[in-house]
């Protein structure tokens, strides 16, 4: 339980990844959508090396957390970027300059962590 209170203080409840506020209270305390719930993240999971040391732990909303799952922070912000849009391949990139599409650069700030943009 220790530990638990030492990572939410980290952020003081804001899920590294996306900055949300999350609750401390379990499921059972606290009624509200499942995502707003307080969860531990492992930045290096536990099947990749990872520790249980509070240097490798990180307060995390359940959605982020679920959907970091085991990768590491470069696949999750890949992921996150996918799923945003900002990434192409290749492929499609050579496609719209055919058909004359230029892509714009995305914003610096849309393919940054929470915990990247307040440091």
Request: overall charge positive; proline content about 5%.
């Amino acid at each position: 339980m220790a530990t638990k209170i030492q990572v939410w203080a980290k952020t003081n409840g804001r899920c590294w990844y996306c900055g949300k506020q999350t609750t401390p209270q379990s499921a059972i305390d606290c009624p509200g959508p499942m995502r707003d719930f307080f969860c531990v993240d492992h930045l290096i999971s536990k099947d990749r090396g990872g520790g249980n040391d509070l240097a490798n732990l990180v307060p995390c909303c359940r959605s982020c957390n679920s959907s970091k799952g085991t990768r590491g922070i470069e696949e999750f912000r890949e992921l996150r970027n996918r799923q945003q849009g900002f990434v192409f391949s290749d492929a499609q990139i050579a496609f719209l300059q055919v058909h004359g599409i230029s892509i714009p650069e995305p914003e610096s700030d849309k393919c940054l962590f929470w915990f990247e943009k307040e440091k």
